[in-house]
């Protein structure tokens, strides 16, 4: 079974540029998530998904961050402008809408504002 | 109060000894908890799944679930180098928020 599929690996960017970012989930997966990761912390959920409609955006900056999920499979994740405080690593990861919830992450890409 | 709570460490432990990890989170209705492994520069990935009170074992690994304490344990028997990583403690909380824990970064000294 393929997992989850990530690009780019790595980005490297001038802040006030813009920059997008695609996830491949695991075939049959409804649940799509998008993490940041700052060096040092635990995983933030930016962006759930449940097929192609949003369960929860509440921690998404909405005035530089957008994403969907149009067919309900592989999602895009975009920052414009961006931060030099974006500099993270952006993990996908997907799950089964039902219990067990069981999540599995992409390689993840991380993300340069220079 | 946070919602997943983990001692940030590190946690130091010699090869061969138990390494005890743990979590409390803040909603009573959480249901689904979870344990994932992060090692540097890579992705988590997920080791332990548990879903009711008391114990579950696999292989090397045990978590704990105590729902009336709103903990959540995972404890590494025969601690070795190589489990070396940061361990993420995740909930499925009572809304359906999947919500992780800062990590705990466990050192496994030879």
């Known amino acids: 079974e393929a997992g989850v599929a990530q690009s780019p690996r790595y980005k490297i960017i001038e802040k006030r540029q813009s920059v997008a970012f695609w996830c491949n989930p695991i075939s049959g997966h409804a649940t799509l998530y998008w993490y940041q990761q700052i060096l ?8 759930q998904f449940q097929n192609n409609g949003v369960v929860d955006d509440s921690q998404l900056p909405k005035d530089r961050f957008s994403a969907e999920r149009l067919k309900g499979v592989d999602s895009t994740l975009k920052i414009q402008p961006a931060k030099l405080e ?4 952006y993990l996908c990861a997907s799950s089964l809408v039902r219990v067990p919830y069981e999540q599995y992450f992409g390689p993840g890409t991380r993300l340069t504002v220079t | 109060q946070k919602e997943v709570e983990q001692n ?6 010699p090869e061969g000894a138990i390494a005890s990890l743990n979590c409390t989170y803040s909603d009573r209705g959480s249901q689904s908890f979870f344990w994932y492994r992060q090692y540097s520069g890579k992705s988590p990935e997920l080791i332990m799944s548990i879903y009711s009170n008391g114990d579950k074992e696999d292989g090397r690994f045990t ?3 105590n729902k009336a304490s709103q903990y959540v344990s995972l404890l ?3 601690s070795q180098p190589s489990d070396s990583a940061t361990y993420l403690c995740a909930v499925v909380t009572g809304t359906y928020k999947y919500i992780f824990g800062t990590g705990t970064r466990l050192k496994v000294l030879a």
Do not use: E, H, N, Y
Not at chain 2, 8 to 13: A, D, F, N, R, Y
């Open chain 2, 8 to 13: 940030s460490g590190p946690l130091s432990v």
């Open chain 2, 63 to 65: 978590a704990q679930l």
């Open chain 1, 86 to 89: 974006d500099s993270a690593v």
């Open chain 1, 40 to 47: 040092g912390q635990g995983p933030k959920l930016l962006i």
């Open chain 2, 76 to 78: 590494i028997r025969d």
